[in-house]
């Protein structure tokens, strides 16, 4: 294990649901990040957050909504997606600050939206 | 922003012969420059990485090699392995908002086919 750990590993949801990604990290970095992996577009930023700041939207859609409470901690709030959302959403954690700091990668949740 | 290119996007060797995977990026600002491995429904995952003072880096098998005014960089896998193929990922990183908070930009990958 790497020390992020998403949850959960699957879902299904359909296009009027409310749902929550989750991840965690216990390896005392400042900065956690959304990815969403799909054929189209293999590694795609969407969230960056940086000591619980936001710095970063990639010009991701509203019905995607992340939370951090604290620099452990990241949520991506899901509403009223399409079934193009459908992908692979990883989280991801470093010491941003360093510049060059290895990310490290949750399993992932994939989601499928029906 | 950065902007990561990576050639080829589909790449099938032989068994004990190299590979060579190929990235440019456009932020001359840009100072870490990590590879990273994904295999089949598993998480991306480091095997090397390279920072902008140094030209090469090699761990056994694997070489990374950056060249900073051309801004392209290599990675290349000797003696390649069925274990070796996967999904293999370049990035460069960049300060998008200014603030000190560095993050990567990825390449859109290249899947190695190591033909046992």
């Known amino acids: 294990e790497t020390g992020v750990t998403q949850t959960p590993r699957h879902l299904v949801m359909g296009m009027t649901n409310k749902k929550s990604l989750k991840c965690e990290q216990h390896l005392g970095h400042n900065a956690m990040y959304w990815y969403k992996q799909s054929a189209k577009k293999p590694l795609e930023l969407m969230f960056v957050y940086n000591f619980k700041e936001q710095t970063e939207n990639n010009s991701v859609p509203s019905r995607f909504s992340p939370e951090c409470p604290n620099s452990s901690h990241l949520f991506l709030h899901l509403h009223t997606l399409q079934p193009e959302d459908s992908a692979l959403y990883l989280c991801?954690?470093?010491?941003?600050?360093?510049?060059?700091?290895?990310?490290?990668f949750g399993q992932g949740t994939r989601l499928t939206v029906v | 922003g950065e902007n990561v290119e990576q050639h080829p996007s589909t790449l099938s060797v032989q068994e004990g012969d190299s590979a060579v995977i190929k990235c440019t990026y456009s932020?001359?600002?840009?100072?870490?420059f990590p590879w990273y491995k994904q295999e089949l429904g598993k998480r991306p995952q480091l095997i090397i990485d390279i920072r902008s003072n140094v030209g090469e880096k090699k761990d056994q098998r694997i070489a990374v090699t950056l060249n900073k005014t051309a801004k392209h960089f290599s990675l290349h896998i000797t003696e390649t392995q069925p274990e070796d193929s996967a999904v293999y990922f370049c990035a460069a990183n960049e300060d998008r908002s200014g603030a000190g908070s560095y993050q990567l930009t990825f390449g859109k990958g290249t899947k190695l086919s190591v033909i046992p």
């Open positions: 991801a954690s470093s010491q941003a600050l360093t510049g060059g700091a290895e990310a490290f």
């Open positions: 932020d001359s600002a840009s100072n870490y």
